[in-house]
């Protein structure tokens, strides 16, 4: 969970420093164009990229696919079934009972987990935006109480008087409170909800006084000290993102751009020379610094460009102003979209029997004669679901990637000096200096060039030969070896109107329940659709129970039911599905853990027309939430 939030988290301080850049570099071009309110606005897409770490993830978890979800079977098969798989797994139960008496006195290699360093990059993390954002606050609540009770001045009539009169010309009926101090030479806004305009302790005309409310009360209206805050919230979050620093200024810096943009868009020249010269005789040399507060000057160093940009009368194009947002936001979201199509990975491997010497498993992957008397051997083969990049897909909680597959593809090893097929092709590579043949069987060969196969044995080699084992074997060695003395055969592909049920059985009401993967060769019409919905779901509690999903519904003769399970959370390893006769009361299956991007189909026999119900639930403990869909057709 650590992992998957710091990468996001990452993600989003990557896209807002785009953002901050762009913008800075075309500050001068935005504010001539645009103006200094789209400009001010416009820094909001930074503030809110850093602010929103939680996007579509491709984070993934490190651990090989289990063997429920990985075909095994005799060269040519595309499929495993539940005999074989059955017969597999009593034969490697054997094998381990013999490794256990031979070995009772040797220790089992350490699976310990080591510590989770994402844990403490978090709490560092956490901290250290605590830390900064609580800084903030305790400076803004201090700066609050020696404006507001240290150094009180008491204020003329006539001051109060014409703020009221400026308040009604700006319709704002709000009480506003008006206090001089001795700790600030500049006017200034603060108080979040309870506003308070803070004026220096000195003489001031009934022009400066005019123009200084109509400056700060502009702050007031628009809520400019919330998007500081929002600001400064955006930089506690990305604290150790140099740029967010700089964002934070340059926020405060438009906001002054802004707010003079509005207070002189009916002025004509002279009156913006004396609205000018008003700015120059507040420039604030004090030391206070008073956090989320809006001063009418604070920064000498930006005056001049106020001063500039005061002066200067012209339309702005909003429309300009638009298209440059749109540009900054996307520009800033394409980084993390080329991250996160990085992000996938593969991991499938190629099988290897713990049980054994290095010389047998060897032996038995290239599907050689063995020295052993005795000992069955099976040939290690595998399919894997493959996206148009070559990556694994439909297992999210292992692979990390939910796109649509491109390919089923099976695999498995031959050894070079077996007779070669008529119509193979076999076609060279090189993995990270490491030379593969791989070997098109006849049926494959028009597959030789496919870009998906192609990246597909790229990316599975690049796993294979960094893939370090839980069980303490050198499995780059063992790849290495197996890349020398064998093919690695590309068997049978399917496309995806080819695609077969990845499991089917029958009901105990004689109806037919199976699962499959989604792929554009199966989709239903809309018009099919009866439900649509996200929902959290509960932990299974047995195969009947769990949260309803849609109400009760009939299924007609002859009809079939179909559950897409669209997109489940990071956390989510895969969703129950039970299909319950209301009529009976009896549930008529219930299948485990269903990954993303496959569908539940059920087509009743002896009950069609009754009245059936959707459970849905999971094997997780904490819980999750799936985006489901449900068809009968």
Not at 3 to 12: C, D, I, P, S, T
Not at 395 to 409: E, H, I, K, Q, W
Not at 509 to 534: F, H, L, M, P, T
Request: aromatic share 12%; net charge negative.
């Amino acid at each position: 969970m650590f992992e998957n939030f710091l990468k996001a988290l990452l993600l989003a301080s990557c896209s807002g420093g785009v953002a901050c850049i762009i913008l800075m570099l075309l500050k001068k071009t935005l504010l001539k164009n645009c103006g200094g309110r789209a400009y001010y606005y416009i820094w909001l897409i930074p503030v809110l990229l850093f602010l929103t770490p939680f996007r579509p993830s491709a984070a993934t978890i490190a651990l090989p696919r289990p063997e429920l979800f990985t075909s095994y079977s005799s060269a040519g098969s595309a499929a495993v079934s539940e005999r074989d798989l059955a017969d597999r797994q009593g034969l490697e139960t054997a094998a381990q009972a013999e490794a256990e008496t031979v070995n009772a006195n040797v220790d089992p290699p350490s699976t310990k987990i080591p510590p989770d360093i994402s844990v403490y990059i978090f709490t560092g993390w956490i901290c250290g935006a605590l830390v900064i954002f609580l800084r903030q606050l305790i400076k803004y609540n201090r700066c609050q109480y020696q404006l507001t009770h240290l150094g009180c001045m008491p204020v003329s009539e006539n001051s109060r008087i014409i703020l009221a009169e400026t308040k009604n010309a700006m319709n704002i009926n709000r009480d506003i409170a008006l206090i001089s101090s001795a700790h600030t030479t500049s006017p200034l806004t603060t108080g979040f909800f309870t506003p308070k305009i803070i004026l220096p302790d000195r003489e001031l005309t009934d022009e400066e006084c005019r123009l200084i409310f109509r400056h700060e009360l502009t702050h007031y209206k628009r809520g400019d000290i919330w998007y500081k805050l929002i600001a400064s919230a955006a930089n506690a979050m990305q604290w150790f993102n140099p740029l967010s620093y700089l964002t934070v200024r340059n926020v405060g810096e438009s906001c002054e751009y802004s707010c003079d943009e509005a207070v002189t868009r009916d002025m004509d020249a002279e009156s913006r020379r004396v609205y000018s010269e008003m700015i120059l005789n507040m420039m604030s040399f004090h030391t206070l610094d008073a956090g989320l507060a809006s001063h009418l000057s604070k920064n000498k160093k930006i005056l001049k460009r106020r001063f500039y940009f005061i002066m200067k009368t012209q339309k702005h194009k909003k429309l300009i102003g638009g298209l440059a947002a749109l540009s900054v936001l996307a520009l800033s979201v394409l980084p993390s979209s080329l991250t996160f199509a990085a992000d996938k990975e593969f991991y499938d491997t190629t099988y290897y029997n713990t049980y054994y010497d290095y010389d047998y498993n060897i032996r038995s992957v290239l599907q050689l004669p063995l020295d052993s008397d005795g000992v069955g051997v099976y040939a290690n083969s595998s399919g894997q679901y493959i996206d148009s990049d070559g990556y694994d897909t439909i297992y999210p909680s292992y692979s990390g990637n939910t796109d649509a597959p491109a390919l089923f593809v099976y695999t498995d090893w031959i050894a070079k000096d077996s007779a070669a097929q008529e119509g193979a092709v076999v076609k060279d590579y090189v993995i990270d200096g490491n030379a593969l043949q791989v070997l098109f069987t006849s049926d494959t060969a028009a597959y030789s060039n496919n870009a998906a196969i192609d990246k597909m044995i790229q990316n599975r080699f690049r796993h294979e030969l960094s893939y370090s084992s839980p069980y303490g074997y050198d499995h780059p060695g063992f790849i290495k070896q197996l890349m020398r003395l064998g093919y690695f055969r590309i068997g049978t592909v399917l496309e995806p109107d080819e695609f077969e049920p990845i499991f089917e059985t029958t009901a105990e009401d004689g109806g037919v329940v199976a699962y499959s993967v989604q792929s554009e060769a199966n989709k239903i019409d809309n018009a099919y659709r009866i439900w649509n919905q996200k929902m959290v779901l509960a932990p299974n509690v047995d195969g009947g129970q769990g949260k309803q999903f849609g109400n009760d519904f009939i299924i007609p003769t002859g009809g079939t039911l179909a559950i897409d399970i669209d997109a489940t959370s990071e956390s989510l390893s895969g969703v129950n599905v039970a299909i319950v006769n209301a009529t009976t009361g009896y549930t008529v299956d219930w299948i485990p853990n269903i990954s993303a991007k496959t569908r539940f189909t059920y087509t009743p026999s002896n009950y069609a027309g009754n009245t059936f119900r959707i459970m849905i639930s999971t094997e997780d403990s904490q819980g999750g939430e799936a985006e489901l869909s449900s068809y009968v057709y």
